[in-house]
Every structure is written in structure tokens, then in C-alpha cells.
């Protein structure tokens, strides 16, 4: 069993920077691919980055391309999103997801945390 634990989120002005961090417990955080995905109201949750389990691969949804960048520090069970250029369509719940095969699809995700909201205004 893996439990996540999201931080890092707030209000934020528009041109602005957050950087999320999501802990995990469990000895096999490692091993795990890790994504972060993203929810605003009234709409379906979508992919926003997603890592391999060493790091060396990383996927971006299009909107976030060259502003967000993932990464991870296995020694310390953390996953981190470094968001730049933050704009009032960012705003959303993130949620950091963990296990199963990983990708751009929620489904593929065995685990998930509670969700930080991040807020842009204009």
C-alpha cells in the first residue's frame, strides 16, 4: 500500500511560480512511475506530467509543455512539479498518482492522493 501526501499549492498570480511536491510512504516508491494529473470544476480530470520510476523518461500534456517540469527524489519518496508561467487556466485541484503502469491515463494509476488546489489569478 502506498500513501501520497500533496503539498506546495496556493494562490498565485498570473506569470507566477509553485512548485508542488507529493510524499509517499512505502519501501517500493522507487520502482514506481509517478504523474501528476489536474482538475478544475465542472470538468474530467486530465494527464498534466508523468515520470518513469528513474526518471529518465518524462511525457507532458501540451498545455504545460516548457512551463512544468517533473521530477523525483527516490531518496526522499518525493515527486515534485515545478509549474513556471502559471496561467488562470492552470487553475485546478493537482493530484499526484503512483504505481501501475504509469502514462497519460488516470486508469493507469493504481494509487492517488488527496489533491492541492492551485489557484492563478488574473
Known amino acids: 500500500q502506498v500513501q501520497l501526501v500533496e503539498s506546495g499549492g496556493g494562490l498565485v498570480q498570473a506569470g507566477g511560480s509553485l512548485r508542488l511536491s507529493c510524499a509517499a510512504s512505502?519501501?517500493?516508491?522507487?520502482?514506481?512511475?509517478m504523474g501528476w494529473f489536474r482538475q478544475a470544476p465542472g470538468m474530467s480530470r486530465e494527464f498534466v506530467a508523468a515520470?518513469?520510476?528513474?526518471?529518465?523518461?518524462?511525457d507532458y500534456a501540451d498545455s504545460v509543455k516548457g512551463r512544468f517540469t517533473i521530477s523525483r527524489d527516490n531518496t526522499k519518496n518525493t515527486v515534485y512539479l515545478q509549474m513556471n508561467s502559471l496561467k488562470p487556466d492552470d487553475t485546478a485541484v493537482y493530484y499526484c498518482a503512483a504505481g501501475g503502469v504509469g502514462g497519460t491515463k488516470a486508469h493507469g494509476y493504481d494509487y492517488w492522493g488527496q489533491g492541492t488546489q492551485v489557484t492563478v489569478s488574473s
Open positions: 515520470t518513469s520510476w528513474s526518471s529518465g523518461s518524462t
Open positions: 512505502g519501501r517500493t516508491f522507487s520502482s514506481y512511475p
